[in-house]
């Protein structure tokens, strides 16, 4: 046998049971799911509003797996795009929405104007507003992501969403300047 | 104990002037009573107290007025008698001068105490009563964070002791004397304090760290302590060796792991002005109402000490202190390296201040503008934590969470190291507070998100699982439908027949019903079924029709069989026996006949045809000859039975012309002929009778009569209590003692009518 054939041999035998090891491991191994899609739901901020398009949060990480556009989460806003962005390896865009990035908001529901239509409980993604038929409603302002899928079904319109206000606890320290950010005369004035 | 412990040192720190004198000329004053206190909800770290207290409730010198909100929490108690004038939003010592809920009392000037428990004996008490009085007392660290004392006294993780207290009198910063005249004066007290812990933890030694820049305090804290095993060690003077990591690296040189507390290396620290708390809390009884608070800095004219009240307004202590507004260039709470400034002098005085530092412009000057940074490295020499400083800064600027997090930004105390020394005079210290901010709120909102992913998650799970109910009962609702329908088939037979002996062509005709209104429901079900498919053709649709049509096809012929095992009997009970036989006979006889008809119409009969036809017509003779014995004679209608026959017509139709002309409500007139006819076609039908030579039939009805008006109500109830009872016998769930009320109401009804009739015959 000539050292050519021995060698294609050789190299042909090891490619039969490359592959066979690789194909045994892929059906072992094989992962449940689609494990991007699970990481980019992750890094979503689970509001469920469907403001993306598309019918929660879920759906739009397959979507984004599936190669649709990352910057199309208002609620989630620059930093998601950002942690999105870092994920997948792609140039972050500045977000698609009108309003562009809000502040959080929560719902709030006027209490006195309130009939107890159970519409907007039904509403809610995460179960955050508590009442009965014919009962008061109220909103659980901790629980509620501020998506405002409860304000359209209200048929009194008693939801506002508002900014969720300031603490002493949830207040944080702002960077200061970067160096070099002071203009010449102010540089002045401040030595 | 001696001095002569051992000591090691941290790596950097920094000496800036100590400016302390100034405030520790006097003993500690007592700052005048307020008008009014001012207590925020939110004295320290953990969660904000809850107020006990309502707007115009009286409340006495130590009153609990806020319960602890949770178990990382403190109560809050009335720092003087007076009246709760409001519960709400008041200014509060933050940077961002925001507002915090607090309790406002206005003070009535008499101190009334509430009764205090005092204990000298604590140690009779069991250490979870010991516990529960320091927590109930309210005390939370004195030296800074203000971490709950009693939670941080109870938190031992792997249930493993305490080996070493530590007391913490370092006082570091620059300006602050709290600690350093309260260990000058209450030595005694303190020491008390220090026994109830150590008492509490049990731990193998006590050490008290004091810096060596306060001789007074060592002094009175080694003359208090005495012969006690507890350690007073004179440590160099070097910021931030009042940390608590740093102090802990400074007596016992061992470092508290990153991301870790000092009870994960067994050891707990605590602060000298907490000690004194706790000898307050235990021995007195007195909750922590006041602390002590350095009044310092060059606007001051008389810097000093007081114990002040929790709740004073700064301004008041100020003023207190000689202050001259005018030289006054920001108001810090806390020491100059870590303080914050005050927007805003109305704040009222927390557990956490320690100091308030009123400096003049000259003295603490403005930090002039950042510059960028040159890398010179001064910030990692000085920093007590080991952290690269200078790196840190690059990251927050460019937000790189993650390397922020891997350079150990956590571990930074934010003592100001970096930022004193750095010569580009960058504000280090805010930029780690920011990125700090930043990552905790990433944090948070991830946080937030995973909870709502899985809120969200179970309420779909919880809907599915509603469906699904929804649809298995929908199932069981129709299967009991038909279910119950088998069961009234079956029983509608058998209540009816209990006394006679079920005959097999009985079963055989139950079961052939049953099988036909199976049939004839398959049959329905599948054309709607088909009506549904034609209106929307939908895949699923189609599969149920195909399904039905197979059910249908099977019911028909499993009925078809059943009919062909038997036919199904008559209507009439009362048939002969042998009916079947001469039903039999008759066929064949027709058949024969067909035949025998068939092989006469040949034209050309062969030999064979001629003896087969020969053949027939003799077996359909014989036959006919049995057919004619068993079956009665044939009727032989003669003339007079048709006349009679006719008669009878006659007078039905005569009667129904009466009966017309009655309903179309003609008058006598009219109607006289009609009834004469009526009459006559009567008397023709007598004769007829007559003539046929039939028997007169025993009843004759010549008309009917009506029934009289009790038989009819008897009657009508009769028919309503048997609609009734049947109702209630198709009804599964029908309540027995129901069932058994309307069986009794028809077996009343029958018997009354039974009684009507025979009381009044002539119905009949």
Redesign the interface.
Known sequence: MSPVLTAVLALLLLCLVCGALLGYAAVRFRGEGNPIAERINALLPQTQCGQCGYPGCKPYAEAIAGGDKINKCPPGGEATIQALAGLLDVVPEPLDAPEGERPPRVAYIREAECIGCTKCLQACPVDAIVGAARQMHTVIAAECTGCDLCVEPCPVDCIDMLPLAGTVQNWKWEQPLPPGRLVASDREQAV | MSDRQRLWDFHGGIHPPSCKAQSTRTPIQRAPLPRRLVLPL?QHVGS?AEPLVEVGQRVLKGQPIAAAGSLVSAPLHAPTSGSVSFVGPQP?P???G?L?PAIVIDSDGREEWIDLEPCVDYRALAPEVLLEKIRQAGISGLGGAGFPTAVKLAARPHDEKIHTLIVNGAECEPYITADDVLMRERAAELVSGIEIIAHLLGPERVLIGIEDDKPEAIAAVRTAVGERPYAVCAIPTKYPSGGERQLIQVLTGVEVPSGGLPTDIDMLCQNVGTCVAVHDAVILGRPLISRIVTLTGEALARPMNVEALLGTPVSELLSFAGLEPGKLDRLIMGGPMMGITLPAMDVPLIKTSNCLLAPTRSELP?P??????IRCGACSDVCPASLLPQQLHYF??GHEHEQLRRHDLFDCIECGACAYVCP?N??LV??Y??????I???EH?QQ??????Q??ES?QERLRKAEELKEAERRARTERATRVKASQAESASVPHQPNTVASVPDKLAERQKKLKIEASMAQVALKKAEKQLALHATAELEIQVRDLRETAEAARKALEAAMQEAPPPLPSAAQPADDAVLKKAKIEAAMLRVQVRKLEKLEQPSAEQAAELERLRDQLAVIDRTLAAQSPAPVVRSEGEEALKKAKIELALRRSELKKAERAGTDEVERAPLRAALASAEQALHAAEEASGKPAPQLVRIDKRPIDETSRALKTELAYARADLHRLERKVDTDPAALDAARARLADIEHRLQAHTEADPKGD
Do not use: G, I
């Open positions: 939110s904000p509060y933050h940077v961002s925001m915090a403005p002039p503008p950042a510059l960028p940074c927050a600027l580009s960058l504000p805010q930029y507070r920011a990125a700090k901010a930043e905790r709120e990433l909102r937030k998100a995973e909870h709502s992913r809120r969200f309420r």
